[in-house]
Each structure stands twice: as structure tokens, then as C-alpha cells.
């Protein structure tokens, strides 16, 4: 893992009837980023994830107070869930979130827009929707990182698109999918399961694969 990257892996355990008929067990992945003045935080994980934050920070020899900026990658209440304690404990940065996500997340205070090929320090924003409407994905160049939160995860190291159950627009995701596919990158961090040694080749292998139906 890059120096400058640090994982917060938290458990989540779906009951039946939520996303199928078997219960659900899977992780959810933040990311903290260092910059010259502090750190970023990509995502919050759900509600309860206080206590992960806090060691993930310690890890890094950060202190909540560091936390200069909070994006959400989109408003699914795994990512967002956590948000008023790390609000709580951070003070005032900046929260961020794409702007037709901004009705889904409760927040009392201003968001800011996630703009296509804007920054968030030294974070690039990629507007990758489908997921959900305001779904982004993030790219920090300097490590050619790519953040896919949600368009991708890993499941015990094989790759599968983002849960059917869970996406707003198969059609728009698949376009979104291919749009990252297209970038020049060496490592992917899904904020749902682990790294895979070879990205590039398991990305592409998996849109040559036959695509899921789409819902409805």
C-alpha cells in the first residue's frame, strides 16, 4: 500500500430479505490520503464506523483534527452512514459529495460539488454514475491510483460488477465502467474487498466476460 493511502476495512452483515433472499456478509472499505497539510478521508463507511476511523488515523499518525476533507464517493448508507460522528470528531472540513447524490445524505451543513475533472487536493474527480446518479469515482495521479468505490469491488480476489440490487442504472454503470477500463492506471482500491495484483487485466477480462441482465 502506498505510504501516502490507508485502508479502514469495517464488516457488514446484511440480514435476508435486504439484498436477496440469503443474508450478506461483506466489507466496506474508507481511505484516508495524506496531503501536504493533512489527510483526506474518501468515504465514512456506516453508521458506527467512529471507532475504525479513529485507529485508522492512529495507524497513520493522524489525529481526527487532520481530517482537512470528507468525499462521498455516493449516498448509499454504507458510505454515508458514519458521517455525523466523523463531523462530530473532525471539527469543519469540507464535505463533498456528487451533486445529485447531495438530496441523499442528511448533512447540516454546506456540501460541496464533486465536478467532473475537478480536485480534491491531489485527487481528480471522475463522474461515474449509474450506481447511483451522483456516483464518482476518484484518481490520485501522482500514485496512478484509481478509487472505483462502487462501479467495481472483489470477491476473494475475482472482480464482479456492483450489486444489481443496489444500482440505480445497470446501462449508465456499464458506461461507467468502461470509461475507467479506458484510463492509464497501476492500481485499483475498490471500497468493497481487496486489491488484486493485476487490475488492468482482470478489468478488462471481466467486460469481455457476459454482462449480468439488467434489472426490471
Known amino acids: 500500500m502506498s505510504s501516502r493511502v490507508e485502508p479502514i476495512v469495517m464488516d457488514i452483515h446484511l440480514p435476508p430479505g435486504i439484498a436477496g433472499p440469503e443474508p450478506l456478509d461483506f466489507d466496506v472499505r474508507c481511505f484516508l ?17 467512529q471507532d475504525a476511523i479513529s485507529t485508522g488515523l492512529e495507524r497513520v499518525g493522524a489525529r481526527w483534527h487532520d481530517i482537512t476533507d470528507v468525499v462521498l464517493t455516493h449516498g448509499h448508507a454504507d458510505h454515508i452512514g458514519g458521517l455525523t460522528d466523523v463531523i462530530a ?16 445524505i442528511a448533512f447540516n451543513g454546506e456540501l460541496q460539488a464533486l465536478e467532473e475533472g ?11 454514475p449509474g450506481h447511483t446518479p451522483g456516483h464518482r469515482s ?3 495521479v501522482q500514485e496512478s491510483i484509481l478509487f472505483t468505490a462502487d462501479i467495481i469491488g472483489s470477491i476473494a480476489g475475482t472482480l464482479s460488477r456492483g450489486p444489481a440490487p443496489f444500482t440505480a442504472d445497470p446501462e449508465e454503470a456499464e458506461r461507467s465502467l468502461r470509461r475507467v477500463v479506458g484510463l492509464e492506471f497501476e492500481r485499483v482500491l475498490f471500497s468493497h474487498g481487496a486489491e488484486v495484483a493485476d487490475p488492468v487485466r482482470d478489468l478488462r477480462g471481466l467486460l469481455n466476460a457476459e454482462r449480468p441482465p439488467s434489472k426490471g
Open 33 to 49: 490520503v495524506a496531503h501536504a497539510s493533512g489527510v483526506v478521508l474518501i468515504d465514512v463507511g456506516p453508521a458506527g464506523s
Open 89 to 104: 470528531n473532525a471539527g469543519r472540513p469540507a464535505v463533498w459529495a456528487g451533486v445529485e447524490d447531495h438530496p441523499a
Open 118 to 128: 475537478g480536485t480534491v487536493r491531489d485527487l481528480r474527480v471522475l463522474q461515474t
Open 138 to 140: 476518484l484518481f490520485l
